[in-house]
């Protein structure tokens, strides 16, 4: 699943050909994605200014000028396809099937944006003026917000028995976050993942809001992580697997200046942790 850095590079991509632009044109070429898409989406969609593309979380969110937010997730292997008019430096993988293509949108610019999904477990709805999506409901604060502090995390981890690398997984915690960059933000913090949230100290829990914020933004100037299905909307790879530390390097020595560990893979929740056991603690 793509996550905050890759979200937000695709968001950054769509903003110049989506955000104060009108859509003259909207087609759904099927009914559903993961889920039912909204009876009228084509109805509300046509016509329609996007007055701001922001993100939320793992999602995007275009604001209409009519009222009410277009929403959307990539899910495993959606992708934002722009093509036409201003979009040079822009490309369409060959791969990437014409069939795959769901939900099209055309802009007064001549613009055309595309959101195909291979796997359907994407997801397209709207948000109605004046209501709040059940997906969006329970977030907690984004990790570029102020509100995402040390004080927070330490109120928010206190007394937790949890390991620190589930706490951080946790949405009703912080947003956006998932498995690559937590990894990679506790190996920076020198915290071992299976160490309960609560045992955490102040300085520690201080240094790691830093090292999550440091690690999302080198992962976004990079253009995200792709491992299989990321692409950035001009087409191309995002390319911060290749600064990985812990991720998907088990085996390989630790990176740390002076550690001799080695990296080792566990499973935590059902998902693979990668952590060096000799300096992170």
């Given at each position: ?8 590079t ?17 087609e ?39 009222g009410?937010?277009?929403?959307m ?50 997801m397209?709805d ?10 969006l409901?329970?977030l ?12 927070y ?22 947003a956006?976050l998932?498995?690559?960059?937590v ?16 045992r ?11 090292h ?12 995200g992580?792709?491992?299989r299905?990321?692409?950035q ?6 390319y911060?697997?290749h ?11 630790c ?7 080695t ?16 300096c992170?603690?």
């Amino acid at each position: 699943m793509p996550e905050l850095p890759e979200v937000e590079t695709v968001r950054r991509g769509l903003l110049p050909h989506l955000e104060g632009q009108r859509i003259v044109r909207a087609e759904a070429r099927r009914p559903d994605l993961r889920w039912p898409l909204p009876p009228d989406l084509v109805q509300v969609l046509t016509g329609a200014m996007v007055t701001t593309l922001r993100r939320r979380s793992k999602y995007l969110l275009a604001d209409l000028d009519r009222g009410g937010t277009l929403l959307m997730h990539l899910g495993m292997s959606g992708r934002m396809l722009v093509e036409g008019a201003g979009t040079a430096g822009f490309h369409r993988d060959p791969a990437i099937l014409p069939r795959h293509d769901h939900v099209v949108l055309e802009t007064g610019a001549g613009t055309t944006i595309t959101f195909n999904d291979a796997r359907r477990f994407g997801m397209v709805d709207l948000i109605r003026e004046g209501e709040t999506h059940p997906l969006l409901a329970r977030l907690g604060p984004e990790p570029f917000d102020d509100a995402f502090s040390p004080a927070y995390l330490a109120a928010a981890f206190a007394g937790r028995r949890v390991p620190v690398k589930q706490a951080l997984l946790d949405q009703g915690i912080v947003a956006g976050l998932g498995n690559i960059y937590v990894s990679e933000a506790l190996w920076r913090a020198g915290i071992d993942p299976r160490r309960a949230a609560g045992r955490i100290g102040a300085a520690r829990i201080a240094a790691l809001v830093g090292h999550v914020r440091d690690v999302l933004r080198d992962a976004i100037a990079a253009g995200g992580s792709s491992l299989r299905d990321h692409r950035q909307a001009t087409g191309e790879l995002g390319y911060f697997q290749h600064s990985f530390r812990v991720y998907d390097r088990v085996g390989a020595p630790c990176p740390r200046p002076g550690c001799a560990g080695t990296i080792r893979r566990i499973v935590q929740s059902g998902r693979s942790s990668f952590f060096c056991p000799t300096c992170q603690r």
